[in-house]
């Protein structure tokens, strides 16, 4: 007997909602100063040491920097340089057709003219 659609998706849906909450209701075991064989004046040397040197900050971290991405920068120029000719095409169209449109009581160079009924 196939499930439906609509029961198949509610199905997806809960396992969906019941994975996620569980990957988050994992969480990291605190350090336990318990466990190791360290004295009491360790521990306490331990917890009274600053958790960051501040002063000697530049020294020990290295910032990583990522490579310039010029796979992406040729692509963005291949995808403008392919649309540039359709995009000057349309603009030169656009000003032309806006440019003989009676705007303003201006009267077109085309229409014919009305006589003065004088």
């Known amino acids: 007997m196939p499930m439906s659609f609509a029961r198949a998706s509610r199905l ?3 396992l969906a909602l019941v994975s996620g909450g569980a990957s988050l209701a994992q969480h990291r075991q605190l350090q336990s100063f318990q466990r190791d064989g360290t004295t009491q004046q360790e521990r306490d040397a331990l ?9 000697e900050y530049g020294k020990d971290i290295k910032i990583k920097q990522d490579p310039i991405p010029w796979k992406a920068i040729g692509l963005a120029v291949i995808c403008f340089s392919v649309a540039a000719p359709f995009a000057w095409r349309t603009y030169k169209r656009t000003t032309k057709e806006m440019s003989e449109a009676n705007v303003f009581g201006v009267q077109r160079g085309d229409a014919a003219v009305e006589p003065d009924p004088e």
């Open 12 to 14: 997806l849906a809960v």
């Open 47 to 55: 917890r009274s040491r600053p958790k960051y040197n501040v002063n």
